[in-house]
């Protein structure tokens, strides 16, 4: 008889790492499967590389062969020389988009997933985020409130480690903070500037980067390139710090290179085992579990489920509703505007690198109402000095030029909006009809268009970006205001909601799928709602309080 | 093309090096040798043997003549010593058919009005003819199709010489002062009151979080 898990996840990422440290320090005997491979950080991360040290110099547009293999990967910004290898190649596991709808997916296959390359940034949401759609009428409440959310937040901040700013705003709740990282000349100039004559507050990016030591992991130590991979653990991912603790339990099996194609059911319609493929071998496998719960990302888990028809789900598994797919999000992007500081001209910048930025937390439709969309959105950006890149901008050539170069380093800052993205049935995804990947398994066609709302929000960030800049005496203001493809904010969530409606969500407020009681969805995937928010944070806090419910449930025999 | 040329400009968003070059080829190879590298670096690999791998002699020899005179030895090396020919070699040895072929007539090109106007090659001109030449390639002025190929040449080996200098060992660690250092005990951020900076915060101010299981 084959082994039956407790639990099998799908997914090791920032949530399925996350959830395999919850369920086996729970006590559960659980399995986590990978799509790929295992990373050497001795070989697979670069942080500390030089750039002379790649014949590229590390630019952006990676090699040929890359850009051939990852047309889409490479709209990423962080995919470049140094880290193709952390992104996937797009021939492998392809999708499909109607030609008018362009969707940017961006994803990473190895253990860990994407908690690799991301951005950090972590940010709670607040009521005006999980209670928005009675406050403006549009879309559905999250089934849970910020009271009930807030001491999983806690959970997980105290764990894995934000650094942050107090600021005591309600839109945006202060957490378990370890010290501030400090603003740049230009940010602290900004802080004054924003407050006096906005009202608006200017913070310190709070971000998953640790400012003293914690849990056995050292603190930062200033190198930069964080999306490179860390090899002192510094920041949080899967496997610097999640998968490590679960492992330390001695209830962990990971199984990497297990390209899960769907679950199989018994009788009764629940589930039974999950069906992969080895990603090197193409042999079929199965892994038997109590439980499923899937961890893939937002898209690739409602793949899955999709993919998983039977007799009991003709429509794909947990989807009675006909919701699943539907409600696909992701963070409005492409409006900002930067601009340079005359003032900070000839002063120098700390040599040490932060790898972090600022945020400017939302103030449209929080006391006022804003005559042109609902919800809002929030700043990321920064102040530096720029070393050599203005010199794309110096004219000429000779002596000159290089001592221009030299002499006028300027003070560049920026604002580049994110913003909170309405749900809507139509921005959707289901399964190709024909087409397949690099394994058999049936691709998503993704279908999704930012509207009107969005566009307004756009055109509203680089008029207030713009204004900011100009209030601090800024010259050289470009505004932007071009609406980024869906997908490219990489803050992509939804599709599988969750809501206490069985008609009208996949999931439960426990996350657990109406229709099926042994299978959970612990990904972005459940938000029934954007906010404007990075959303790792919130996933795993949500995670968290999922899976004390699952292991509470399965101690209970509720779920046999 | 537009598109490709978008998303160029979206991708450097925040970035104010946005390259200003006049035509899709050479945006593409501005863009292949401008990202945004930024630490220190150590010397290049000494390999005296070293051969181009796309790039023939004279047209190698050109390459090293124009990089350094768009950024000459001063107190500090120039783009010779640093080597900017081999990142363009390596650059082109990457870049696509088409890529290459631009390159190689914008290098032709270069020899031909240099051949027009001084009688000679540019690797064989004196300094100042170098310069007067460059000057017509930068002025942003091109009058006929002719001097629209020297034009956005000159935007495409002025990036790879602004990107190959600065990402080399020379340009980092003499011209930029940056000696490659990637342990910091902290980052100091603002310490000017009259940026309004905050008064140093006390040792211990804030405890980290008792670490959990």
């Not at chain 1, 928005?132 to 009271?147: F, K, N, S």
């Not at chain 1, 924003?194 to 992991?217: H, M, P, V």
């Not at chain 2, 020899?61 to 640093?82: C, D, F, M, N």
Request: proline share 5%; with cysteine; glycine share 10%.
């Amino acid at each position: 008889m084959p082994e039956v898990f407790d639990a099998v996840i799908v997914g090791s990422g920032a949530s399925g790492g996350w959830v395999a440290k919850e369920l086996t320090q729970g006590g559960l005997r659980v399995a986590v499967l990978e799509a790929g491979r295992k990373l050497d950080p001795a070989v697979d991360y670069s942080e500390h590389k030089r750039p002379s040290e790649m014949p590229l110099r590390g630019r952006r547009y990676a090699t040929r062969e890359s850009q051939e293999e990852q047309k889409i990967q490479k709209l990423c910004y962080q995919c470049d020389e140094y880290t193709n290898h952390l992104f996937v190649k797009d021939t492998e596991c392809p999708y499909t988009t109607p030609r008018d709808r362009p969707f940017v997916w961006i994803r990473g296959r190895h253990v860990g997933g994407k908690s690799v390359t991301w951005g950090r940034q972590s940010y709670r949401l607040s009521d005006y985020d999980l209670r928005a759609a009675r406050r403006d009428g549009l879309g559905v409440d999250w089934p849970l409130d910020y009271a009930e959310l807030a001491p999983w937040y806690d959970r997980v901040e105290r764990f894995i480690g934000i650094s942050g700013q107090a600021e005591g705003l309600p839109q945006l709740p202060d957490g378990q903070f370890l010290p501030p990282m400090a603003l740049t000349c230009g940010e602290v100039m900004a802080r004054k500037v924003l407050k006096e004559k906005f009202g608006r507050t200017l913070t310190i990016g709070r971000t998953a980067i640790l400012t003293a030591d914690l849990g056995g992991r050292p603190k930062c130590h200033y190198c930069g390139p964080c999306s490179r991979g860390c090899s002192t653990g510094s920041y949080y991912s899967s496997p610097s710090t999640s998968l490590p603790a679960a492992e330390r339990t001695g209830r962990l099996t990971l199984i990497p290179n297990a390209v899960v194609s769907h679950i199989e059911v018994d009788d009764a319609g629940k589930c039974k085992s999950i069906a992969y493929v080895d990603r090197v071998s193409r042999a079929h496998r199965e892994v038997f579990g109590k439980t499923v719960v899937l961890c893939a990302s937002t898209l690739e888990s409602t793949r899955i489920m999709l993919n998983s028809r039977s007799a009991k789900h003709p429509n794909g598994i947990a989807n009675s509703s006909g919701v699943l797919g539907h409600y696909l999000m992701d963070h409005i992007t492409g409006g900002g505007a930067g601009g340079v500081l005359p003032m900070l001209k000839g002063v120098p910048d700390d040599r040490a690198r932060r790898p972090n930025g600022i945020y400017v937390p939302r103030f449209r439709n929080i006391a006022d109402k804003h005559p042109d969309f609902l919800r809002g959105y929030g700043f990321q950006g920064g102040a530096s000095l720029q070393t050599w890149t203005h010199g794309f901008e110096v004219p000429g050539f000779g002596e000159s030029f290089k001592k221009k170069v030299h002499e006028e380093r300027p003070w560049a800052m920026r604002f580049s909006g994110f913003g909170e993205c309405l749900p809507e049935y139509e921005n959707f995804c289901e399964l190709d009809k024909e087409k397949v990947d690099a394994w058999g398994i049936p691709v998503l066609h993704i279908s999704m268009a930012h509207g009107e709302n969005s566009r307004k929000m756009v055109a509203d960030m680089a008029a207030t970006g713009e204004e900011m800049l100009r209030a601090m005496g800024a010259e050289d203001v470009k505004a932007r205001a071009s609406i980024s493809n869906p997908g490219l904010a990489i803050h992509e969530v939804g599709t599988a909601r969750m809501g206490d409606d069985p008609k009208a969500s996949v999931v439960n407020r426990w996350q657990q799928a109406h229709d099926v009681s042994n299978l959970f969805v612990m990904d972005g995937a459940v938000y029934p709602s954007s906010g404007c928010q990075n959303p790792t944070v919130t996933i795993m806090a949500l995670a968290s309080r999922a899976s004390a419910h699952l292991v509470d449930a399965m101690k209970r025999g509720d779920l046999a | 093309m537009t598109s490709r040329r978008d998303v160029l400009r979206t991708l450097s968003l925040g970035s104010i090096g946005a390259a200003t070059a006049t035509s899709v080829w050479a945006d593409t190879l501005a863009a292949l040798a401008h990202d945004h590298a930024h630490a220190a670096g150590p010397a290049p690999v000494a390999a005296a043997d070293w051969t181009p791998a796309v790039l023939n002699a004279h047209q190698n020899e050109t390459v090293i003549a124009l990089s350094e005179a768009i950024i000459p030895q001063t107190e500090t090396a120039g783009a010779k010593a640093a080597l900017v020919n081999r990142f363009v070699d390596a650059v082109l040895e990457d870049a696509d058919v088409h890529e290459r072929k631009e390159f190689a007539r914008g290098l032709a090109w270069v020899d031909e009005r240099s051949q027009a106007l001084f009688g000679a090659d540019f690797v064989a001109t004196p300094a100042d003819q170098q310069t007067a030449l460059l000057t017509i390639m930068s002025s942003g002025k091109a009058k006929s199709v002719a001097d629209q190929i020297g034009s956005e040449f000159f935007q495409a080996i002025k990036s790879m010489t602004i990107t190959g200098y600065y990402t080399s060992e020379i340009g980092m660690k003499d011209e930029l002062g940056d000696d490659g250092q990637v342990f910091f005990a902290e980052f100091k951020g603002c310490t000017h009151p009259e940026h309004g900076a905050p008064a140093p915060a006390r040792p211990g101010a804030k405890a980290a979080p008792k670490k959990q299981g």
